[in-house]
């Protein structure tokens, strides 16, 4: 796989190796891990799915319960290696390793290295509206920029700011300078 494409399920697509038999350490051990994080995000990925089936069906309501169980299945699970953010997202090391800096990627310190799949499958899902659109250069740029904007729109104060500015009058702050000279 190139690195242009954003294919998760890294284990699962060419890995007839059983969990049972993927013990130890080493390729069978990083297998194993592989798998379990690649069933983690094809869960999410599938449950997130019924979640945007059940809002277009209009129950909001199971829509919201579906998406909060996706994301508690990937906040629940274990980290994961840096390789295996690299090959989720398409990206060179160095590149994963800068969003681990940044605070794009949740690290876990240790050895090996290891990031949150939560702000993995976050990202993942970022990197993969970003390239859809054509974006595919200052990806950490746009990143951080997506990532900060979802957190504004999660403040109730910067909320009701923007739909306080969206009621005034067309030419308000241009009225506020010409009355104050």
């Known amino acids: 796989m190139g690195r242009g494409a954003t294919h998760t399920y890294l284990a699962l697509k060419d890995a007839p190796l059983s969990p049972r038999r993927a013990t130890g350490h080493g390729l069978r051990g990083r297998k194993r891990e592989y798998l379990e994080a690649d069933k983690t995000l094809m869960a999410f990925d599938e449950t997130r799915k019924l979640a945007r089936r059940a809002a277009g069906r209009g129950d909001s309501e199971t829509a919201a319960e579906l998406e ?13 290696t840096l390789s295996y953010a690299e090959q989720v997202l398409a990206v060179s090391n160095p590149t994963v390793r800068d969003w681990v800096r940044t605070g794009i990627l949740e690290d876990f310190e240790g050895s090996p290295q290891r990031v949150g799949l939560e702000s993995l499958a976050r990202t993942r899902d970022i990197v993969r509206e970003l390239r859809e659109a054509g974006q595919n250069r200052d990806l950490m740029a746009a990143v951080m920029s997506r990532l900060e904007w979802e957190e504004l ?16 009058p067309a030419g308000f702050p241009g009225e506020i300078i010409s009355t104050q000279a």
Do not use: C, N, Y
Request: net charge positive.
């Open 68 to 80: 909060d169980f996706a994301w508690t299945m990937v906040r629940a699970s274990d980290p994961v």
């Open 153 to 168: 729109q999660k403040d109730d104060r910067f909320r009701e700011s923007v739909r306080q500015m969206k009621l005034l």
